[in-house]
């Protein structure tokens, strides 16, 4: 099984930035994809950005706003926010497909990393 650790998460004011880290460990895994989703309280969760192969695909509330980018060789993941708004308020939690070996694939959620946005 592979573990996935978010970092970077905090209190920020309206307009600032933050970097979120996810960084995945475990034996014998090749990340196809990883992605950020996020909870606010008394939301359902939704999907923040994505990478997959390269390509990335964003939420609509967070384009142009947020970049998502993915380190393979690492495992790891990064999600810059910028010009952040009170409503990106959330816990953000990293999500990744891997490969495990021929025709074994799996996926792993994080535990999560709190955004405060303050007005």
């Known amino acids: 099984q592979v573990q996935l650790v978010e970092s970077g998460g905090g209190l920020v004011q309206a307009g600032g930035s933050l970097r979120l880290s996810c960084a995945a460990s475990?034996?014998?895994?090749?990340?196809?994809?990883m992605g950020w989703y996020r909870q606010a309280p008394g939301k359902q969760r939704e999907l923040v950005a994505i990478?997959?192969?390269?390509?990335?695909n964003y939420g609509d509330s967070v384009k142009g706003r947020f970049t998502i980018s993915a380190d393979y060789a690492k495992s790891t993941a990064y999600l810059q926010m910028n010009r952040l708004k009170p409503e990106d308020t959330g816990e953000y939690y990293c999500?990744?497909?891997?490969?495990?070996?021929?025709?074994?694939?799996?996926?792993?959620w994080g535990r999560g990393t709190q955004v405060t946005v303050s007005s």
């Open positions: 999500v990744a497909d891997y490969d495990l070996g021929p025709g074994s694939r799996s996926g792993s």
């Open positions: 475990g034996r014998g895994f090749s990340i196809t994809a």
């Open positions: 990478i997959r192969d390269g390509t990335t």
